[in-house]
């Protein structure tokens, strides 16, 4: 048996499959990674149901090892990798998305990545209702309890260094230079470990494990780990 | 040397630190040395640390750097994407936490605990610089701290490893992390699990 699938019978299995090669070729990724973050995808996607397409529960399932009640910041991510708009992540966005975080990235596409991040209802800024709404789910999400005032205050100090023209809202300009003076924003739009991955794949009878090893530090163990429901 | 390692449990076996300082190890030995972590981002230490004045403001009068709204947001578990990859293998090089106490109780706090247990301290405005005394596993453990204001009297620390062993990291974390002494509310992202 060959050890390499033909690409008609994955694309019946996993809809939007694209051969490692040519993904390979579009980003930044080598094929082999390609086909690391194929086996990354195959058990995150198959965790609820088995469709070869990663839903927004079993997205959230891979985040935070539980369900989620909707939360504003983790739809949000899942809207970005939610490429064509679906509902569904297939393959091909998955590695799409991923790219945007490998340290090669252009800080182009991080920085428009980020923009759309921020800019909940697309519609080309970011307002500061959109920022209250996330510093909000935040505050919620790690039990911070802080007085609207205080709110309001760290809302004002913010649009007063990033809203240039004091619009009350961000453009996509204004976020460049804003980003420019503050790089330790673009932080969460780059993972290092990108760089360094290959597989190793071990069954469980209660989990399925993906160990990613880095090939520079050989002691380090990186493991996907998603339940089994 | 070698009636050294050859001991038996009976009598004390010669220790690593020992053999480092054997004179017959010494000869032709060269450290091993461990590169310094790139996937640490450094510059903003860097930038402050480097600086043509030598000489380090202890008590500043200043206040600490104000988080922005979006600096905030992008610390949210929904934001960190290494979250994909399962923590229990990897230990985390950097943790934060928040505090109500003023921000120079919170750096004197820090040094007071930092000191005895062996780190050098370099502050210069509510950044600091800690530097490990004994060589463990790899190299030195250096870690830098910085201390930002989300809103008055409301302060985030955030502890780094810039060095070292991460496992060591930890531990020197866990000493540092007291919070009887500095009233801490919470610990953000407070996921520190030990790899094998």
Redesign the interface.
């Known amino acids: 048996m060959g050890c390499f699938s033909s690409k008609v019978a994955r694309q019946h299995q996993f809809p939007g499959y694209e051969d490692p090669v040519f993904l390979a070729s579009q980003t930044a990724f080598t094929v082999s990674e390609v086909q690391a973050l194929f086996e990354m995808f195959k058990i995150i996607s198959s965790t609820v149901v088995d469709d070869g397409l990663i839903s927004k529960e079993e997205f959230q399932l891979a985040l935070f090892e539980n369900r989620k009640k909707e939360d504003l910041l983790a739809n949000r991510i899942f809207d970005l990798f939610d490429l064509k708009q679906r509902g569904v992540i297939d393959f091909e966005d998955f590695v799409m998305a991923m790219n945007v975080f490998h340290p090669n990235a252009s800080q182009e596409d991080k920085l428009t990545f980020s923009f759309k991040l921020y800019d909940l209802d697309g519609s080309g800024y970011i307002e500061r209702q959109e920022v209250k709404q996330m510093l909000i789910a935040l505050l919620r999400e790690s039990d911070m309890k802080l007085a609207d005032e205080t709110i309001e205050l760290i809302l004002d100090k913010t649009f007063s260094e990033a809203d240039a023209n004091q619009d009350g809202k961000i453009d996509k300009s204004e976020w460049q230079s804003f980003v420019g003076r503050n790089p330790s924003l673009l932080k969460i739009m780059t993972l290092p470990y990108l760089r360094y991955i290959y597989i190793y794949t071990q069954f469980d009878h209660r989990y399925t494990y993906i160990y990613t090893f880095k090939r520079s530090k050989g002691s380090l163990g990186i493991t996907c780990k998603v339940a089994s429901t | 040397m070698t009636c050294a390692w050859a001991e038996s449990r009976k009598r004390r076996r010669i220790t690593i630190p020992e053999i480092l300082k054997d004179e017959w190890f010494k000869k032709d030995y060269k450290p091993p040395h461990f590169e310094k972590d790139?996937?640490v981002?450094l510059?903003?230490i860097d930038a402050i640390f480097n600086g043509s004045d030598d000489h380090l403001v202890t008590e500043s009068k200043e206040k600490p750097a104000?988080?922005?709204?979006?600096?905030?947001?992008?610390?949210?578990?929904?934001?960190?994407?290494?979250?994909?990859?399962?923590k229990?293998?990897?230990v985390k090089k950097e943790t934060q936490f928040?505090s109500r106490s003023p921000a120079n109780e919170i750096i004197s706090k820090i040094e007071e605990t930092a000191r005895p247990l062996g780190f050098s301290v370099q502050k210069k405005n509510y950044k600091m610089k800690l530097q490990g005394d004994r060589t463990g596993r790899k190299g030195q453990l250096a870690v830098a701290t910085e201390v930002f204001e989300?809103?008055?009297s409301?302060h985030l620390v955030e502890l780094r490893k810039t060095g070292g062993d991460t496992l060591e990291f930890h531990k020197a974390h866990s000493s540092l992390n007291f919070s009887n002494n500095l009233d801490i509310?919470?610990n953000?992202n407070s996921h520190l699990l030990i790899?094998?």
Not at chain 2, 66 to 86: C, D, G, M, P, T
């Open positions: 790139d996937d981002n510059d903003d104000s988080v922005n709204a979006f600096e905030l947001i992008s610390r949210s578990k929904s934001f960190n994407l290494e979250n994909l990859f399962e229990q293998a990897l928040t989300v809103a008055p409301l509310l919470r953000l790899g094998p």
